[in-house]
């Protein structure tokens, strides 16, 4: 069994790399956490409202952006549960097949005409893993691929270890629900550029 529980290690410039992809400063995205934590505040129906850390790794997952946050968050616990929406949640940026037997082509081909070019385009078939160090830096590969992160094995034993530390954390988001009757009521105008939902109101500098 590993002797430590953690599954990747986190550089020390990751968030900078984040911030700079969305064009945001660590002064912009620490703003917004308070935007979105306040307008949390104001939905009384919420069940919950997350500590600062949770709120910001919420808006990274969803491209710091905060508009695109709030609906995510609500629709997270507004919908039912549903074990095929929310049994992942996970953003898939790509997807490698590799090693790949030969009818896998003849079902790829009939894929490509279901769904849009630009999901299609994330899909990449390898013949071979060798094809994955093109693409990936090595110490991102499992050793079972050539790489110098642990093994796929270890690696599923670590993620197993991490989810039952935080059974009671899952237990608990299982049985959150928002309070329909305590719901604000729909501005006419919800989805207004400049208005957003409740409770948001962003600074104006005016020269």
């Known amino acids: 069994m590993p002797k430590d529980t953690e599954l990747f290690s986190i550089q020390g410039n990751a968030l900078s790399s984040i911030l700079k992809v969305y ?23 919420l069940p919950e409202i997350l500590d600062d850390k949770r709120v910001q790794n919420f808006l990274i997952l969803n491209k710091c952006n905060v508009e695109k946050a709030k609906k995510k968050y609500r629709q997270l616990l507004q919908f ?5 929406i929310f049994s992942s949640t996970e953003g898939y940026v790509q997807l490698y097949i590799i090693n790949t037997v030969p009818y896998v082509s003849t079902l790829l081909a009939v894929f ?8 299609f385009a994330r899909v990449h078939v390898c013949n071979d893993a060798n094809i994955l160090k093109e693409h990936f830096p090595l110490e991102m590969l499992p050793r ?10 270890e690696l599923h034993e670590l993620c197993e270890l991490k ?9 608990l988001l299982d ?22 939902y409740h409770g948001n109101f962003r600074k104006l500098n005016i020269d």
């Open 144 to 153: 079972d691929y050539g790489g110098t992160e642990k093994s796929v094995d």
């Open 23 to 45: 064009d945001k400063t660590e002064e912009s995205l620490a703003e917004d956490v308070l935007n979105l934590k306040d307008w949390m505040k104001g939905q009384h129906h």
């Open 175 to 196: 049985k959150l629900r928002v309070n329909e009757s305590l719901r604000p009521a729909i501005l006419e105008n919800e989805n207004d550029e400049f208005l957003g």
């Open 112 to 119: 490509k005409t279901l769904v849009k070019p630009k999901l």
């Open 163 to 171: 989810l039952q530390e935080y059974q009671d954390r899952f237990d």
């Open 80 to 84: 039912p549960k549903s074990e095929n």
